[in-house]
């Protein structure tokens, strides 16, 4: 048996999704249907939801379940006569939030998203600008103006957490792929000798290296399992000898290297 | 008057400050020095937040607000005992889950992100490869495996529009910068002509762009405003003869964007 279960906001439904997977996790042996809803910013479309909902929960013969995010409380409520259990994320808090502020809050939509005005806004995307330009060590001048540079060997993670950085964080976060020659001596590659407070190193477990590699390309001696373990070897020996902090990224999403990486090297998060 | 925000989470704390900032976006007459503490995921930790929440209500004379996700009540509890509304992401909803599915949740960290387990993890991962290597149209062939191409002029928001579809819905999404040689004649860029049920355009307001470009190079010629008026007309005036659906980015967010294109191109989204 599957339930059904909706996500349905004003706007783009993403954090409500975030929210409702994230609480669902918490019930692994339950199936469910997901059903993304986003955009219902007015009457008309929240009655069209309403009534999708109603045929979803008639078809499994089950209440659906609906996580919501509706500024308007209009809109909120057209939502909660469906035959369904709608959780909404603002309507709790907002009533907790005006009591706390001892205010009314706007219940507007599209406060959260200002592109335009806000300066993070700027910094993430002039963050991806400095990320693309300055990917796989193509541009070793970069790393002047990198927070931060992520080293480890070929399809150890760095590009996409480079990125996650760049558009999440607004941090700009530069890559230095070790590569066969730079495990010819022991020392670290040159390119990074000024930038040592600057480096993470990304390590993985090498049969899960193996098994990304032999995934992306045909060659097979680049997937070759001897020579993934011979290059995370070389790796951890790098970040060891020049006391470089490192991650594994095997089991982990570029959400958590992401948010590891910001409290290691200690950005600032905090107001003070 | 500021008041002491925090986000406090057993995980990245990506969430729930998405959420509390989304919540706190109601009351923009107020102002919030703001404090993320993520992996807050031990007694000792919860311990040291709880007397930093203290430490903040004591020093601004006003409880702290605190946003959090512990999905460990003992945690959780912690946290609640200091001077300060602290509204839980999970505990109000665990609960009403749990009799709506007549079930138990699990309350256990880290069952959100499994991205070696997860299909959908992959294919975010494999269209960030995608995206970086087809970026700016220097790849056409990428054309043919492309879900949808973004069309726009330079600093249209193609590139960070691009990843955001990647990272986040793991879309395989390509774009096309359009330059002076497109407009030298009406038709459609000839790399295009194969590929029309996959394009979207993006347009920008002309006064939007020149910002946009004198903040990011130096050459004047670049963001002459003559010149972004010319080449938005244009790009307008191309969508318009091949019915290209298309995008205002003045005054979105990539992630309102993305979203948009989602639902633009119909992408499935939903279980059926």
Chains 1, 2 share one sequence.
Do not use: W
Request: glycine share 4%; with cysteine; net charge neutral.
């Amino acid at each position: 048996m599957k339930y059904p279960v909706f996500f349905i906001s004003d706007s783009t439904a993403i954090t409500t999704e975030t929210v409702g997977l994230s609480l669902l996790a918490q019930f692994p042996s339950l199936e469910f249907n997901k059903y993304t809803l986003p955009f219902i910013d007015t009457p008309l479309k929240a009655q069209q939801a309403y009534e999708l909902i109603n045929k979803k929960s008639e078809q499994y013969g089950q209440n659906a379940l609906v996580f919501s995010s509706m500024v308007q409380p209009e809109l909120c409520h057209i939502i909660q006569q469906a035959n369904a259990l709608v959780l909404d994320l603002f309507e709790h808090y907002l009533t907790e939030l005006e009591q706390f502020f001892h205010k009314t809050s706007k219940h507007a939509i599209g406060l959260a998203h200002k592109p335009e005005a806000e300066e993070s806004y700027k910094q993430r995307i002039a963050a991806v600008d400095f990320s693309m330009l300055s990917d796989d060590g193509t541009n070793l001048k970069h790393y002047e103006k990198a927070e931060v540079i992520l080293v480890g060997v070929s399809r150890s993670g760095k590009t996409p957490t480079c990125l996650y950085l760049a558009l999440q964080y607004g941090i700009r976060a530069a890559n230095y792929p070790l590569v066969a020659e730079d495990f010819l001596d022991t020392s670290l590659p040159k390119a990074l000798k000024d930038h040592q407070d600057k480096l993470i190193g990304l390590t993985i477990e090498p049969n899960r290296l193996h098994a990304i590699r032999k995934e992306r390309r045909s060659t097979r001696a680049y997937a070759d399992p001897g020579l993934c373990r011979q290059e995370i070897r070389y790796a951890n020996q790098l970040f060891q000898r020049y006391n470089i902090p490192s991650l594994d990224t095997t089991h982990r999403s570029i959400e958590e290297l992401s948010a590891r990486i910001i409290a290691l090297k200690g950005f600032k998060q905090n107001s003070d």
